[in-house]
């Protein structure tokens, strides 16, 4: 059998973000495939997405490319400008609010409990991270939490998580939020 990679139509976000991290040593990765997020995204038919770690703006333009609208945040100003002018040439500026400042301040605040997708791209993971995430996604919604295997809290975080029906794909970890008891 012959397989093909999926083509990425972000790959200039993608290239741009890893000629701006060059630059600027801040370490913002673009997430290695952004097809698998936008799949799971239009698989669980999201119409409300939160990220945490927009960098230029990569993951955020494959949330929006299924029709969702995203939420997402990042706390380095420069990183939120330079996603703004990338989102706006795809034309899905419309479907995207940056947000700009720490993720552990800001969610609380979007007061977004009926999320169905919520993203985890931020450095270093953090229980507190992905505790503000959970807290915004509905019963039933879908966390993708990436980054898993750069340490931080990441043993802490899958033990966070165990009670939820989840899989571990190594570096990131999906798991879906548990109805209330
Ligand atoms: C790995 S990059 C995100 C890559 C992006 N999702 C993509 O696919 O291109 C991490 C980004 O998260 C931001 N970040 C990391 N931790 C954060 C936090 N606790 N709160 C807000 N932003 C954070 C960084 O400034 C950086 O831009």
Redesign the pocket.
């Known amino acids: 059998m012959t397989t093909t990679a999926t083509a990425d139509r972000f790959s200039d976000i993608k290239t741009a ?1 890893l000629a701006h991290l060059e630059h600027h040593g ?1 370490g ?4 290695s495939d952004g097809s698998l997020l936008a799949t799971l995204t239009a698989a669980a038919k999201a119409t409300t997405v939160v990220e ?5 703006g ?2 955020a333009a494959w949330f929006a490319s299924t029709g969702a609208h995203v939420h997402t ?4 100003p420069t ?1 939120s400008r330079r996603a703004q002018d990338h989102l706006a040439r795809h034309h899905l500026a419309d479907r995207i609010t940056l947000h700009t400042g ?3 301040d800001i969610l609380p605040k979007l007061d977004l409990t009926g999320a169905d997708v919520a993203f985890f ?3 270093p993971p953090t229980t507190a ?1 992905i505790g503000a995430l959970a807290a915004a996604l509905r019963p039933g919604g879908l966390l993708i939490a990436g ?1 898993m295997t750069l340490g931080g809290q990441a043993h802490d975080i899958r033990a966070q998580l165990a009670a939820w029906q989840h899989t571990d794909l190594g570096e990131t970890l999906l798991a879906v939020k548990p109805a209330p008891r």
């Open positions: 973000t801040c913002c990765y673009p997430y945490l770690g927009t960098a230029l990569y993951s945040i990042d706390r380095d990183h720490e993720g552990t791209d931020g450095y991270a980054n």
